[in-house]
């Protein structure tokens, strides 16, 4: 498949640890945020979205913060597994109907 | 529930040679469409998207174009590729919605593209 993330930057974490990836968003307008996982040679998938109008927002062993005042955004992954292995997006929107915008992403290597 | 398809999954094309990406979503009703290209190692480039049938929007000017025939059709294609255009295209969709808030994009398996 086709290999994504292969300059992106990394983050390795012990199986069974926790695994926070970092996301700074440059539009102070934008009200949805979403984080995305992408495994090798597949499309990303929707993870957790969160609004501005909250700053945390929990799922199954994951969770967004999001800190408006220095545009900042991150997931945790609560006792991170190996098939958390990925790349990771966040993504962001200023307004209804218009296209997100990706960050750059974070590859995640989970040691096992 | 929803379903994507894209194909083909993987496509080998020499230069000057024409392209035709397919994408359908099954299971909704007005959805917005896009088109994504992901070059190795960088992130999602937004080409196109739709918010109705015949209704597209072009983010990047190059010599790749997108129709939308049908409501949850989209097409991407191109008349002459160049060897800048390998790449893994994705396709994605998202509800429309009255009030116009967002709504999470939903991706295809993607086809990767490889131009000779």
């Known amino acids: 498949g086709e290999s994504v993330g292969l300059h992106l930057p990394t983050l390795s974490v012990q199986e069974g640890d926790n695994s926070i990836i970092n996301c700074a968003y440059s539009n102070s307008a934008s009200d949805y945020f979403i984080w995305y996982k992408q495994e090798s040679g597949k499309g990303p998938q929707f993870i957790i979205d969160?609004?501005?109008?909250?700053d945390k927002r929990q799922g199954q062993r994951v969770t967004v913060l999001l800190n408006k005042t220095v545009k900042h955004l991150s997931l945790q992954i609560a006792a991170t597994q190996p098939g958390d292995s990925a790349v990771y997006f966040c993504a962001e929107v200023s307004s209804g109907n218009t296209p997100l915008v990706f960050g750059k992403g974070t590859r995640l290597s989970v040691i096992a | 529930s929803q379903t994507i398809h894209q194909w083909p999954a993987t496509l080998v094309q020499p230069v000057g040679s024409p392209l035709s990406l397919e994408c359908t979503v099954e299971g909704t009703s007005n959805p917005n469409l896009y088109w994504y290209r992901q070059a190795a190692g960088r992130g999602l480039q937004l080409l196109f998207y739709?918010?109705?049938?015949?209704?597209i929007s072009s983010e990047v000017p190059q010599n790749l174009s997108a129709s939308r025939p049908q409501d949850r059709q989209f097409i991407l294609s191109s008349k002459k590729l160049l060897l800048s255009d390998s790449g893994f295209y994705l396709c994605?969709?998202?509800?429309?919605?009255?009030?116009?808030?967002?709504?999470?994009?939903?991706f295809g398996n993607g086809t990767r593209l490889t131009v000779t």
């Open positions: 739709s918010v109705g049938i015949g209704q």
């Open positions: 994605a969709w998202s509800s429309w919605t009255p009030s116009g808030s967002n709504s999470p994009l939903h």
């Open positions: 969160i609004r501005s109008n909250m």
